[in-house]
């Protein structure tokens, strides 16, 4: 898709739940150069972006908040610059994100924009929490009400009196620090202070949390003293005592329901087994401690590709060295009919799914997927054979070793750089320190690796789940037990072996 420079998109990134962002969202998230952020956003949505600069414009108690203008400023700065640049705002960008603001400046400056809606929170927080905010009995009408006005307004623009009276559904955005202002100010204007209330924190997210309450109560829940922080909805009405009570129960039976588990791959591949595990209900956080790059140098694989005729047999050992090697092959102009007659050999599920989807059958793929049981496949045709290997910067050389004791002529050649992830999330840091991680996926060696230098003795205080017997050998051999290993070595698998563990 043919994007223009200088162009601006604001999308709504939704209630919190990554998998609720838009299709369109993430379509143009993948097109940007620069992503400017909110607090409230998830930051695993940002996966969807991993070749953009991405910017946080501030979380409440971590950083500090930018103002609109400052954030207006550094929109405008990229988009002169010719640069693609998403603003991503939790919710809607239509419903209490100051879209208006940047609209107008956007405007003022010619800068062509593009407004993506997002789920905004009031709707999410009603179906997540099974409290269906419109009822053909009691709620005809919702009204979405700030519970934290501009600052430094000298009269409100709220009418209390007819909110009060309102004859439907209140539901009050912002509304924690302010809790005491807005209730009292409902109560004083005619509201019984028995109405019924649900308050709903971190929706859509596997440790939301609902609250019911009266009105009158509220106070003493939310407000600066509470430990009840933001993103909070707050609904207020009789609809809050028709909650469908299985919307809760079901997310509570769950397996992996209040287990947070730390995926650790490369941020471009992390997020399909970061939904299947959020899919049994796990809180996921994300923390890449491999990082995949091109090769530093494209002179090896390049004379690979020109002496192609050469080869009996090309082995991928991962769909890393698939997608590098094709990658290669297009940008020389060639395709996978210049790999005719040519046997091809895959290591793991993947790597073959990943050959497959480029229209090459692996004619050689072992029953368990790793680099020896691929010689030992291999030990008849290998001997006196020409066989390439496509392969990462890191790993062992047991592939190579035993095509050799085979009797084959072996090739090595570097598609992709694997190297460690160095600035681990101070947050991530804290909750390992605290206890609140239950999980750590290691997916490779070099993983569990960096894992350690990264972690040390904290890794003692959760569990560790093994994509191999391999990574499982090196962690033992860091003195690091393993709670769970895959069988066969896949990330599917994987989600299993931890699954069996805590049921």
């Not at 709620?139 to 009269?155: F, I």
């Not at 595990?277 to 694989?301: F, H």
């Not at 990658?327 to 799914?353: E, Q, Y």
């Not at 054979?385 to 890191?394: E, M, T, Y």
Request: glycine share 8%.
């Amino acid at each position: 898709m043919q994007i223009m420079n200088g162009r601006v998109f604001l999308i709504g990134a939704g209630p919190g739940d990554p998998g609720l962002l838009t299709l369109r969202g993430a379509e143009l998230l993948r097109c940007s150069d620069v992503v400017l952020y909110d607090g409230l956003c998830n930051p695993e949505i940002l996966a969807q972006a991993p070749q953009a600069e991405q910017i946080c414009v501030g979380k409440h108690g971590k950083s500090r908040i930018w103002t609109q203008e400052e954030i207006i400023q550094e929109i405008v700065r990229h988009a002169k610059a010719g640069k693609t640049v998403s603003r991503l705002k939790g919710g809607d960008p239509a419903v209490f994100a100051r879209t208006a603001e940047e609209i107008q400046a956007l405007s003022d400056e010619g800068i062509p924009f593009e407004i993506v809606p997002g789920i905004t929170a009031a709707l999410a927080a009603g179906s997540y929490a099974g409290i269906p905010i419109t009822h053909r009995k009691y709620a005809s009408a919702v009204a979405l009400v700030t519970g934290h006005e501009e600052p430094g307004k000298k009269e409100t623009s709220l009418d209390w009196s007819a909110l009060a009276s309102f004859p439907g559904t209140l539901v009050i955005y912002m509304g924690v620090t302010t809790a005491k202002h807005w209730t009292d100010n409902l109560i004083t204007a005619g509201l019984a202070g028995k109405t019924s209330v649900a308050i709903i924190r971190r929706c859509s997210l596997p440790d939301q949390q609902i609250l019911r309450c009266s009105l009158e109560d509220v106070p003493g829940l939310l407000g600066s003293h509470s430990e009840i922080r933001p993103p909070v909805i707050v609904i207020i009405g009789k609809v809050t005592d028709l909650q469908i009570h299985e919307v809760q129960q079901f997310a509570e039976r769950k397996p992996l329901s209040g287990q947070t588990i730390l995926v650790t791959r490369p941020i471009e591949q992390s997020e399909s087994l970061a939904a299947s595990l959020r899919d049994y209900g796990a809180n996921v956080i994300i923390q890449p401690m491999i990082k995949i790059s091109p090769p530093r140098d494209w002179s090896e694989m390049d004379d690979a590709i020109d002496r192609r005729k050469n080869w009996d047999l090309i082995i991928f050992c991962s769909h890393n060295g698939v997608k590098y090697f094709m990658d290669r092959l297009h940008f020389r102009k060639l395709d996978s009919r210049d790999l005719f007659g040519i046997k091809i050999g895959a290591v793991g599920s993947k790597t073959k799914n990943s050959l497959q989807q480029q229209g090459i059958q692996a004619d050689i793929v072992p029953e368990t997927f790793s680099g020896e049981n691929l010689a030992n496949c291999l030990e008849r045709e290998a001997n006196g054979k020409n066989v390439l290997v496509i392969r990462a910067s890191r790993g062992n050389n047991k592939l190579a070793e035993a095509l050799k004791e085979a009797g084959a002529s072996v090739t090595q050649v570097v598609s992709y750089q694997h190297e460690d992830v160095t600035d681990v999330d101070e947050n991530v840091r804290m909750k390992m320190k605290e206890k609140k991680i239950d999980w750590v996926t290691a997916m490779s060696g070099e993983t569990i690796k960096n894992l350690h230098r990264c972690f040390g003795d904290l890794l003692l205080q959760t569990k560790i789940a093994s994509i191999s017997p391999v990574t499982t050998e090196i962690a033992n051999q860091l003195v690091l037990a393993i709670a769970a290993e895959a069988h066969p070595y896949t990330s599917e698998d994987l989600v299993k072996a931890i699954l069996e563990v805590v049921e």
